[in-house]
Nanobody, 121 residues
Framework: QLVESGGGLVQAGDSLRLSCTAS????????MGWFRQAPGQEREFVGG????????YYPDSMKGRFTISRDNAKNTVYLQMNSLKPEDTAVYYC????????????????WGQGTQVTVSS
């Protein structure tokens, strides 16, 4: 099971760090991805990280303000979000896949329940 935390209500320009902690099994050998979904929108890929943590991938739209890292000793993956904008408002999900950290949500085998991030203007 994956559990996200760290969401909340912030103002535009603020920073926020989300955590995704695994329980029940270790995800240290899983690639991890972060996604977000705003109301009425499709789930959007934020970025992914290799199981070692030595490689990350972000789509162009997410580069620069979002950083993914992980601490396998703590079974936790992080999403650091800086200079937040109202359009970043969404439910943020982490997901695990054994082989890759690509953009397709259908490839991921495990999902958290999501954490709400709301950015006010």
């Amino acid at each position: 099971q994956l559990v996200e935390s760290g969401g909340g209500l912030v103002q535009a320009g603020d920073s926020l760090r989300l955590s995704c902690t695994a329980s029940g099994r270790t995800f240290s050998h899983f690639c991890m991805g972060w996604f977000r979904q705003a109301p009425g929108q499709e789930r959007e890929f934020v970025g992914g990280i290799s199981w070692r943590g030595d490689s990350t991938y972000y789509p162009d739209s997410m580069k620069g303000r979002f950083t993914i890292s992980r601490d396998n000793a703590k079974n936790t993956v992080y999403l650091q979000m800086n200079s937040l904008k109202p359009e970043d408002t969404a439910v943020y999900y982490c997901a695990a896949d054994y082989t890759d950290y690509g953009e397709d949500p259908n490839q991921y085998d495990y999902w958290g329940q999501g954490t709400q991030v709301t950015v006010s203007s």
